[in-house]
């Protein structure tokens, strides 16, 4: 017997520095539940603003409202849920990286901690693991502008 789990969320906020190493179903999976949705993309300073647009269309995915930086510091967190008009809470987190996940916990909100073979976050029990991107299944009965099964 299979599980699910229903995560609602007012808005997404995903990791894309990831993108280069999700396989073609993960891609698909996540453009199916972000198109038509208000969404963040979080990027590590390095990287930057830059080619952010680019590795999201690459991936597949619309253009999102905003790029973060600053993915391991809880206040990027708390000021791109106030830029989107959504409660940190109503927040829904996707990322490998347990530092990440850490910030996002942090400042309030739903992580899905996405299988990276890197160390787990230190707040574990706020963490939702996600093996794949693929295993997400939207759910558009929800009245929640991102409802889906993990």
Do not use: K
């Amino acid at each position: 017997m299979t599980s699910t789990l229903t995560v609602h969320a007012d808005t997404v906020l995903n990791d894309i520095d990831h993108l280069p190493r999700c396989g073609t179903a993960e891609r698909a999976a996540l453009a199916t539940l972000l198109i038509g949705r208000m969404w963040g993309a979080l990027t590590e300073r390095e990287r930057g603003f830059a080619d952010a647009d680019a590795r999201c269309a690459q991936a597949g995915l619309p253009a999102p409202a905003l790029v973060l930086t600053g993915v391991t510091e809880p206040g990027s967190y708390a000021a791109a849920a106030d830029m989107l008009g959504a409660e940190a809470g109503a927040c829904a987190v996707f990322t490998p990286r347990p530092a990440a996940a850490d910030a996002a916990l942090a400042a309030g909100m739903i992580c899905l901690a996405l299988d990276s073979g890197d160390h787990a976050p230190t707040r574990p029990g706020g963490v939702i693991p996600l093996g794949s991107l693929a295993d997400l299944v939207p759910n558009p009965a929800s009245p929640w502008a991102s409802a889906f099964a993990a």
